[in-house]
């Protein structure tokens, strides 16, 4: 029985990145289709009501199920495709890797991506004009709160949520890349961070997302570079 | 081996609602301590650096596991307390489950909950002022939305994953109960929700949520009315 997986994602959307990254750990091939999501596609908001990406659709030649969101897709995968295991051995450990998830997704993603990302690429994409520099800079502050907890938690661990590879260092990395393809991440400051994103950056893995080009927006001169 | 469960809470939260309810259904006993998590008490911010509730501790004689943010309780409730099953017992079944979560948790809380909540809870707790009466009507504008896609899903589904109760109808609950308690759902507009949500508040599971009160906020008059 063959399967068949298509992503409907964003390149530059850190909820698209999680799941791309946790499929090719996986090692699980799949076809893509890039979104416009700000456009609102009918056939993508048939799929999502949500409009949002991203959506991991499985087909096999009796059935098709349809996956909306990341954590969802995140959990999927762990259920069907559970090698390797990215939310750890125990329950302690699998409630330490759901917890920095959340944090991603929601405090980072409001408190940063929210002034950030917006004014720097959502502005863009949807013609809504220049960036406003305040956003900008509320954006930064906050981006530098984060950063300092992240630092203090890779100082005493290995990977972010412990010994392990997991869906915390994946949702971290996932957000961190996009905001460094834009050259946001000041990483002299923060030194085991760095080391933790080169280990991240050099793996097979993360391949995929280094080569994500989007036309009008330049990535930062780093942003493909394994040694920065 | 005895393992007694403490939900760190806050009553008129939505998030923390979600545990409450689940652990109810689930028949789990558990203490309760209510946190004012906008004082951001030290203590609680040792046990969850986010600060933000819910967080569930459960003890044993030899062990201690700290559950941070709702998402990572509800999923560890159904590992370590599959019955009843919250999530659905096929692959579909459960995206389906996630992905309406992820709906209530970001699209509802960021359109609805960031205005209208914050407008008349956040804003007194924290003794920001008055209500911004602009905020609070494009708060309700989105809410129509959302109530508009959620009856239409409930005039074709018992339930609003499908034919069980599952944690989308506990999202959903735990979301418009506390906006009932200020009043602002307009049930004579929306009859399937109307009906799914008087099945839900009869449930026993419910009954601590309809007894909760905060000094200083009245609730709207049929707030713990079963025949609203």
């Known amino acids: 029985m063959s399967l068949v997986r298509t992503l409907y994602h964003f390149p530059l959307d850190p909820a698209s990145r999680q799941v791309r990254l946790a499929l090719a750990e996986k090692r699980l091939p799949f076809e893509d289709v890039v979104v416009r999501y700000w456009e609102q596609p009918d056939d993508f908001t048939a799929l999502n009501p949500s409009g949002l990406t991203p959506v ?5 030649a009796d059935r098709k199920v349809v996956v ?55 502005k863009r994409l949807q013609k809504l004009g220049a960036p406003d520099l305040y956003n900008m800079r509320q954006g930064r502050d906050a981006l530098r709160v984060h950063l300092v907890y992240i630092e203090r938690l890779l100082q005493a661990r290995d990977w972010l949520a412990g010994r392990y590879l997991s869906l915390a260092d994946i949702a971290a990395a996932s957000h961190i890349s996009v905001l460094d393809y834009f050259g946001d991440i000041p990483w002299r400051d923060f030194p085991a961070l760095k080391l933790w994103y080169m280990r991240i950056k050099s793996r097979p893995a993360f391949r995929a997302l280094l080569a994500d080009r989007w036309p009008g927006l330049a990535p930062s001169s780093y942003y493909d570079d394994l040694d920065f």
Chains 1, 2 share one sequence.
């Open 56 to 60: 991991l659709v499985e087909r096999t």
């Open 68 to 122: 909306c969101e990341a954590r969802a897709v995140l959990e999927h995968l762990e259920q069907v495709a559970p090698e390797p295991d990215l939310l750890g051995p125990t329950p302690a450990d699998r409630a330490e890797v759901r917890r920095l998830q959340q944090w991603f997704d929601r405090k980072f993603d409001s408190e940063v991506n929210g002034f950030l990302l917006y004014e720097k690429l959502e």
